[in-house]
């Protein structure tokens, strides 16, 4: 039976009824009903208008938040585990009663600006569920009516008020609501979405039903698998507010998690407690149990620098096996530094953006890594990509020069290059907020967008965590 919580309360309400001589009430749209009108929808204005209203705002190609796990292991092998935590309900019913905005919102605001706290972004990605019941025809309806939703929060301006947060929440819940006949499977193919944090609120009316002068509680069964990293649900009863965290041990600690659970209380506490009116976004505080992670500052912001002294320390080390060769890192270094003094040589100045169009050999490293040393930055293209994604990231970059393996006035020809003499580590005055490489989208929403980072950044990526392991495999494209 493919069902939802909602209907097993009515079916088991109805089962009452019928035990203590009740009338059942009847469906006013049954599920068969309900299959039709969803298919004639779909060739409806109203079906278009979802549709763009998701396209629109998914178009800017955020990915989905995730909360960064604290082991390094392998979820295939973990188990789910999880905690919770009751809390009384009278305190956040009477807030959200004055306030004119549902616990849900409430909840979800305070957990999509943790989020935003945990991961140093202003943009919150995570998934939900929408019981489909909006309209009181479907009331009593017994089927699976449940959508689920993706809710994308953008928070860039931590000045707004508590207030403001949470009319914004509110005007997102509503809004995504009111465009959920578009399903989110098509969502998910169309966008590329991997959803990573699920949140639900779910209104549980009655836990204890009465059949033939007996009493029955209703009791949820444990998960036993579950698509997400975090399942985050918050289930409301008459007398209880229960926060009911999932998580897989092979990602997270027990402490970390309770930690993330007690500072999203945390923030409902200090939402209900303090002058909404007044309070920037940017004064809530998280669990003050929790440790804010940091990020240790890079020594040498410079991936190139870096590097080189990995070859100062160990130059007979294999820092590159390719199709063609096997490089240890002096080797690999000196013929980096022949094509990053070739570049110096013809010209090429620093902060120029370099159209790198190789195969994936040790010429392709190379030239990375020379085309750092020079002071300028890469833009990596697969000669697999089709004609028109070449010629468009071409046109887009505004590239300075380009490498190849062509012999031709509109390139630089990386054999050429390697002929240069000095293999000596050139030296370029850059900023650590000079661009480091330019990276283009897979361009499902359009045409592909070019992403800048700079070296800090990159640099900060490799230092942050630190790698457990010696060697790895590159599979994906440059």
């Known amino acids: 039976i493919i069902t939802d919580g909602a209907s097993v309360n009515i079916l088991f309400k109805s089962f009452s009824d019928a035990y203590e001589g009740n009338e059942i009430e009847k469906e006013t749209i049954d599920g068969y009903i309900n299959a039709l009108i969803e298919k004639e929808i779909e060739n409806s204005d109203e079906y278009i208008a979802c549709e763009r209203y998701f396209h629109d705002l998914l178009s800017q190609e955020v990915d989905s938040t995730v909360l960064t796990p604290n082991i390094n292991g392998n979820p295939d092998d973990g188990k789910l585990k999880s905690i919770s935590k009751n809390i009384n309900p009278q305190i956040i019913r009477k807030f ?16 999509i600006l943790n989020l935003n706290k945990y991961t140093f972004s202003d943009k919150t990605l995570i998934t939900t569920i929408f019981n489909g019941r909006s309209n009181s025809n479907y009331f ?10 993706p809710i994308l929060s953008i928070n860039e301006d931590r000045n707004i008020t508590i207030r403001q947060l949470l009319n914004q929440t509110d005007k997102l819940w509503k809004e995504t ?27 549980f009316d009655e836990s204890v039903i009465t059949m033939n002068g007996n009493d029955y509680e209703l009791t949820r069964l444990d998960t036993v698998e579950t698509n997400y990293k975090i399942t985050f649900d ?26 993330f659970l007690n500072s999203i209380l945390a923030t409902v506490n200090q939402f209900i407690d303090m002058d909404i009116d007044q309070i920037p976004i940017g004064e809530i ?147 650590p907020d000079d661009l480091a490489y330019m990276i283009y989208t897979s361009g499902s929403t359009g045409n592909p ?9 990159i640099a900060n990526q490799v230092q942050n965590p630190k790698s ?9 494209t440059i």
């Open 140 to 149: 009593n309806t017994q089927a699976f009516l449940v959508k689920t939703l």
């Open 285 to 431: 505080e998280l669990n003050k149990n929790y440790e804010i992670p940091t990020f240790t500052p890079v020594e040498i912001p410079f991936i190139h620098k870096r590097f080189e002294r990995q070859v100062e320390a160990n130059p007979d080390y294999i820092a590159l096996v390719s199709e063609d060769s096997t490089l240890t890192a002096g080797q690999l270094n000196q013929k980096a530094n022949k094509i990053a003094n070739a570049l110096i040589k013809k010209g090429v100045k620093p902060k120029s953006n370099v159209l790198v169009m190789l195969r994936r050999n040790s010429d392709l490293i190379a030239s990375i890594l020379g085309i750092l040393k020079a002071g300028c930055a890469y833009i990596p293209i697969d000669l697999e990509y089709p004609r028109d994604r070449i010629d468009y990231i071409y046109e887009n970059s505004q590239a300075d020069y380009i490498i190849s393996e062509e012999d031709d006035d509109n390139s630089l020809n990386v054999k050429e290059l390697l002929e240069e003499c000095n293999s000596e580590n050139p030296n370029v005055d850059i900023a």
């Open 449 to 457: 967008k070019g992403v800048m980072i700079s070296h800090e950044n």
């Open 96 to 111: 959200c009663a004055d306030e004119r905005i549902s616990p849900n919102v409430l909840f979800m605001a305070s957990t």
């Open 177 to 203: 609501i009111k465009h959920s006949d578009y399903p989110y499977t098509k969502i998910s193919e169309e966008f590329q979405l991997k959803p990573e944090f699920m949140y639900t609120y779910n209104n």
């Open 234 to 259: 918050i289930n409301e009863s008459k007398d209880n507010i229960e926060l009911f965290l999932l998580y897989n041990e092979q990602l997270y600690t027990e402490k970390y998690v309770k930690t």
């Open 468 to 476: 457990q392991y010696d060697s790895l495999l590159c599979l994906a």
